[in-house]
Protein backbone atom coordinates (compact mmCIF):
# COMPACT_ATOMS: atom_id res chain seq x y z
CA UNK A 1 0.00 0.00 0.00
CA UNK A 2 0.76 3.59 -0.23
CA UNK A 3 2.58 5.13 2.51
CA UNK A 4 2.03 9.04 1.17
CA UNK A 5 -0.81 10.95 1.36
CA UNK A 6 -1.38 14.08 -1.31
CA UNK A 7 -4.19 16.68 -1.68
CA UNK A 8 -5.86 15.41 -4.77
CA UNK A 9 -5.64 18.71 -6.58
CA UNK A 10 -3.91 22.08 -6.96
CA UNK A 11 -4.30 24.84 -9.58
CA UNK A 12 -0.68 27.22 -9.99
CA UNK A 13 -0.61 29.95 -12.18
CA UNK A 14 1.43 30.33 -15.48
CA UNK A 15 5.43 32.08 -14.04
CA UNK A 16 4.24 31.25 -11.12
CA UNK A 17 6.07 28.41 -8.53
CA UNK A 18 4.07 25.31 -7.96
CA UNK A 19 4.70 24.00 -4.01
CA UNK A 20 3.42 20.33 -4.30
CA UNK A 21 3.12 18.63 -0.57
CA UNK A 22 3.51 15.30 0.59
CA UNK A 23 3.01 13.48 3.46
CA UNK A 24 4.82 10.25 4.68
CA UNK A 25 4.50 10.15 8.27
CA UNK A 26 5.54 6.09 8.45
CA UNK A 27 8.84 6.97 6.12
CA UNK A 28 11.38 4.56 7.27
CA UNK A 29 15.03 5.32 7.34
CA UNK A 30 16.12 3.48 4.36
CA UNK A 31 13.59 4.55 1.79
CA UNK A 32 14.12 7.28 -0.53
CA UNK A 33 11.37 10.14 -1.64
CA UNK A 34 10.81 10.24 -4.87
CA UNK A 35 8.69 12.28 -7.15
CA UNK A 36 7.14 11.08 -10.79
CA UNK A 37 4.60 12.81 -13.19
CA UNK A 38 2.21 11.76 -15.40
CA UNK A 39 0.64 13.33 -17.93
CA UNK A 40 -2.60 11.77 -19.67
CA UNK A 41 -1.86 8.67 -21.47
CA UNK A 42 1.65 8.16 -20.75
CA UNK A 43 4.20 6.27 -18.67
CA UNK A 44 5.24 8.50 -15.66
CA UNK A 45 8.42 11.00 -15.78
CA UNK A 46 11.23 10.79 -13.23
CA UNK A 47 11.43 14.22 -11.51
CA UNK A 48 13.82 13.95 -8.33
CA UNK A 49 14.51 11.72 -5.09
CA UNK A 50 16.33 12.67 -2.24
CA UNK A 51 16.94 10.65 0.95
CA UNK A 52 17.37 13.55 3.92
CA UNK A 53 18.56 16.59 2.28
CA UNK A 54 17.18 18.99 0.02
CA UNK A 55 17.89 18.26 -3.82
CA UNK A 56 17.65 20.52 -6.63
CA UNK A 57 17.92 19.42 -10.76
CA UNK A 58 16.94 21.12 -13.68
CA UNK A 59 13.17 20.04 -13.24
CA UNK A 60 12.63 20.67 -9.92
CA UNK A 61 13.62 21.17 -5.99
CA UNK A 62 12.64 18.94 -3.60
CA UNK A 63 12.24 20.00 0.25
CA UNK A 64 12.06 16.95 2.96
CA UNK A 65 11.85 18.24 6.95
CA UNK A 66 13.99 17.23 9.05
CA UNK A 67 11.57 14.61 10.42
CA UNK A 68 11.21 12.73 7.34
CA UNK A 69 8.04 12.84 7.60
CA UNK A 70 6.95 15.20 4.73
CA UNK A 71 8.23 16.98 1.75
CA UNK A 72 7.85 19.78 -0.75
CA UNK A 73 7.84 19.24 -4.37
CA UNK A 74 9.03 22.55 -5.68
CA UNK A 75 8.35 23.96 -9.69
CA UNK A 76 10.13 27.25 -9.81
CA UNK A 77 8.11 28.38 -12.54
CA UNK A 78 5.54 27.02 -13.79
CA UNK A 79 4.46 26.27 -17.79
CA UNK A 80 1.40 24.91 -19.62
CA UNK A 81 3.54 22.04 -20.07
CA UNK A 82 3.88 21.42 -16.28
CA UNK A 83 -0.11 19.92 -15.98
CA UNK A 84 0.23 16.76 -14.81
CA UNK A 85 -0.70 14.42 -12.21
CA UNK A 86 2.12 14.17 -9.60
CA UNK A 87 2.71 11.17 -7.85
CA UNK A 88 5.06 11.29 -3.87
CA UNK A 89 6.66 7.65 -3.31
CA UNK A 90 8.31 6.23 -0.88
CA UNK A 91 10.48 3.32 -1.50
CA UNK A 92 14.05 1.84 -0.91
CA UNK A 93 16.56 2.00 -3.65
CA UNK A 94 15.78 -0.23 -6.37
CA UNK A 95 12.40 -1.13 -4.64
CA UNK A 96 8.72 -1.82 -6.37
CA UNK A 97 6.69 1.78 -6.06
CA UNK A 98 3.32 1.51 -4.48
CA UNK A 99 1.95 4.70 -6.27
CA UNK A 100 -0.87 6.77 -4.08
CA UNK A 101 -3.37 9.03 -5.39
CA UNK A 102 -0.81 11.35 -6.35
CA UNK A 103 -1.99 15.49 -7.05
CA UNK A 104 -3.46 16.46 -10.66
CA UNK A 105 -1.95 20.18 -10.95
CA UNK A 106 -3.38 22.86 -13.29
CA UNK A 107 -1.37 25.23 -14.40
CA UNK A 108 -3.26 28.41 -15.65
CA UNK A 109 -2.38 30.94 -18.36
CA UNK B 1 17.14 9.54 -18.23
CA UNK B 2 17.20 6.70 -19.10
CA UNK B 3 14.90 5.09 -22.25
CA UNK B 4 12.33 2.25 -21.60
CA UNK B 5 10.44 1.09 -24.32
CA UNK B 6 6.93 -0.75 -24.64
CA UNK B 7 5.45 -2.66 -28.01
CA UNK B 8 2.89 -2.57 -29.08
CA UNK B 9 1.62 1.24 -27.99
CA UNK B 10 -1.43 -0.46 -28.39
CA UNK B 11 -3.57 -3.49 -29.21
CA UNK B 12 -7.05 -4.76 -29.59
CA UNK B 13 -7.60 -8.73 -29.33
CA UNK B 14 -10.87 -10.68 -29.01
CA UNK B 15 -12.25 -12.03 -25.91
CA UNK B 16 -9.93 -15.57 -25.39
CA UNK B 17 -7.04 -14.83 -26.92
CA UNK B 18 -3.46 -13.91 -25.46
CA UNK B 19 -1.70 -10.71 -26.14
CA UNK B 20 1.92 -10.44 -25.45
CA UNK B 21 3.64 -7.18 -23.85
CA UNK B 22 7.49 -6.01 -24.12
CA UNK B 23 8.91 -3.96 -22.04
CA UNK B 24 13.15 -3.04 -23.22
CA UNK B 25 15.43 -0.93 -21.32
CA UNK B 26 17.53 0.73 -24.20
CA UNK B 27 20.54 2.17 -22.79
CA UNK B 28 21.35 0.04 -19.45
CA UNK B 29 20.73 -2.95 -18.17
CA UNK B 30 17.87 -3.61 -16.09
CA UNK B 31 18.40 -6.18 -13.00
CA UNK B 32 14.75 -5.64 -11.63
CA UNK B 33 11.42 -4.39 -14.21
CA UNK B 34 7.89 -3.90 -13.00
CA UNK B 35 4.59 -4.28 -14.33
CA UNK B 36 2.00 -1.91 -13.45
CA UNK B 37 -1.33 -1.35 -14.68
CA UNK B 38 -4.09 1.58 -14.88
CA UNK B 39 -7.57 1.65 -14.90
CA UNK B 40 -9.11 4.95 -16.23
CA UNK B 41 -8.90 8.41 -13.97
CA UNK B 42 -7.09 5.68 -11.62
CA UNK B 43 -2.85 5.27 -10.01
CA UNK B 44 -0.84 3.05 -11.17
CA UNK B 45 -1.59 -0.48 -9.60
CA UNK B 46 1.33 -3.03 -9.06
CA UNK B 47 1.50 -6.34 -10.60
CA UNK B 48 4.45 -7.73 -10.64
CA UNK B 49 8.28 -7.44 -10.07
CA UNK B 50 10.37 -9.16 -12.20
CA UNK B 51 14.08 -10.08 -12.02
CA UNK B 52 16.06 -11.23 -14.28
CA UNK B 53 16.30 -14.99 -14.89
CA UNK B 54 14.31 -15.57 -11.94
CA UNK B 55 10.62 -16.18 -11.60
CA UNK B 56 8.38 -13.01 -11.20
CA UNK B 57 6.75 -12.09 -7.75
CA UNK B 58 3.68 -11.41 -8.03
CA UNK B 59 1.27 -8.58 -5.92
CA UNK B 60 -1.67 -10.41 -3.75
CA UNK B 61 -4.65 -10.61 -6.30
CA UNK B 62 -2.55 -10.38 -9.33
CA UNK B 63 -3.14 -14.39 -11.20
CA UNK B 64 -0.14 -15.51 -12.01
CA UNK B 65 -1.26 -17.67 -14.78
CA UNK B 66 -3.22 -15.82 -16.22
CA UNK B 67 -0.71 -12.50 -16.27
CA UNK B 68 2.48 -14.36 -17.49
CA UNK B 69 6.05 -12.69 -16.95
CA UNK B 70 9.31 -13.29 -18.66
CA UNK B 71 12.53 -11.83 -17.72
CA UNK B 72 15.11 -13.74 -20.19
CA UNK B 73 17.69 -10.74 -20.35
CA UNK B 74 18.69 -7.70 -18.62
CA UNK B 75 16.93 -5.75 -21.65
CA UNK B 76 13.90 -7.06 -22.06
CA UNK B 77 10.73 -8.05 -19.89
CA UNK B 78 7.45 -9.62 -21.42
CA UNK B 79 3.86 -9.45 -19.95
CA UNK B 80 1.49 -11.93 -21.84
CA UNK B 81 -2.16 -11.58 -20.87
CA UNK B 82 -3.69 -15.26 -21.45
CA UNK B 83 -7.36 -15.18 -22.31
CA UNK B 84 -7.77 -12.05 -21.97
CA UNK B 85 -11.34 -10.96 -21.26
CA UNK B 86 -12.75 -7.23 -20.99
CA UNK B 87 -12.09 -6.90 -18.31
CA UNK B 88 -8.61 -6.98 -18.66
CA UNK B 89 -8.74 -3.66 -21.25
CA UNK B 90 -6.45 -1.21 -19.15
CA UNK B 91 -3.36 0.67 -19.75
CA UNK B 92 -0.20 -1.27 -18.97
CA UNK B 93 2.79 0.05 -17.91
CA UNK B 94 6.58 -1.32 -17.39
CA UNK B 95 9.35 0.36 -15.84
CA UNK B 96 13.01 -0.87 -15.38
CA UNK B 97 15.83 0.08 -12.90
CA UNK B 98 19.63 -0.68 -12.78
CA UNK B 99 22.08 0.53 -10.82
CA UNK B 100 20.72 4.23 -10.20
CA UNK B 101 18.03 4.66 -7.44
CA UNK B 102 15.44 5.68 -9.89
CA UNK B 103 12.78 3.63 -12.25
CA UNK B 104 12.24 4.22 -15.67
CA UNK B 105 8.82 3.66 -16.91
CA UNK B 106 7.59 3.02 -20.26
CA UNK B 107 5.37 4.87 -22.36
CA UNK B 108 2.90 2.35 -21.81
CA UNK B 109 0.23 -0.40 -23.80
CA UNK B 110 -3.29 0.16 -23.80
CA UNK B 111 -4.74 -3.31 -24.27
CA UNK B 112 -8.42 -3.46 -25.79
CA UNK B 113 -10.25 -6.48 -25.82
CA UNK B 114 -13.29 -6.94 -27.48
Known amino acids: DAKTTQPPSMDCAEGRAANLPCNHS???????VYWYRQIHSQGPQYIIHGLKNNETNEMASLIITEDRKSSTLILPHATLRDTAVYYC??????????FGTGTSLTVIP | GAVVSQHPSRVICKSGTSVKIECRSLDFQATTMFWYRQFPKKSLMLMATSNEGSKATYEQGVEKDKFLINHASLTLSTLTVTSAHPEDSSFYIC??????????FGPGTRLTVT
Open chain 2, 95 to 104: SASGRSYEQY
Open chain 1, 89 to 98: IVSQAGNQFY
Open chain 1, 26 to 32: TISGNEY
